[in-house]
């Protein structure tokens, strides 16, 4: 019997492109996507929900240095990181996103507190970081 779900990632903006990275880098790259799936799919195949596999993927993205999200993000202009991240729920129509922080370890997981927890869509840069405190 095959899955009722899938899940599909990426691991950011970029130039990830196939013959563009040395050997570790392919590598880690791809370790990295696989253990995201594998984090989701533990709770799909679980009966968990989507919202909680999607995050859970994301986050395994932001705490892997090889993908341009969280620890692994380009460098603003000043020298500074600012992460963006959003979340939907097609079943109740909701949707939740933050741009700019600074401060937040886990912007997915902040974007989605944004959906559940007030009354916005999206929030940003202080606000954004202020919120997650």
């Not at 949707?95 to 922080?101: I, L, R």
Request: aromatic share 4%; proline share 2%; net charge negative.
């Amino acid at each position: 019997m095959s899955n009722k779900w899938q899940l599909v990632i990426h691991g950011g903006c970029g130039g990830m492109r196939r013959g563009t990275l040395d050997p570790a880098m392919d590598s880690a790259g791809r370790a990295g996507l696989g253990a995201a799936l594998d984090a989701g799919a533990a709770i799909l195949s679980s009966a968990g929900n989507a919202l909680d596999a999607v995050e859970a993927a994301a986050r395994i993205l932001e705490d892997d240095p090889a993908f341009n999200a969280g620890r692994g993000s380009v460098l603003a202009f000043d020298g500074h990181v600012e992460l963006d991240a959003a979340i939907m729920d097609g079943r109740a129509r909701n949707a939740g996103a933050v741009a700019g922080v600074r401060t937040t370890r886990a912007p997915i997981s902040l974007a989605r507190a944004v959906m559940e927890h007030s009354h916005h869509v999206l929030l940003s840069f202080e606000g954004a970081d202020e919120f997650a405190r």
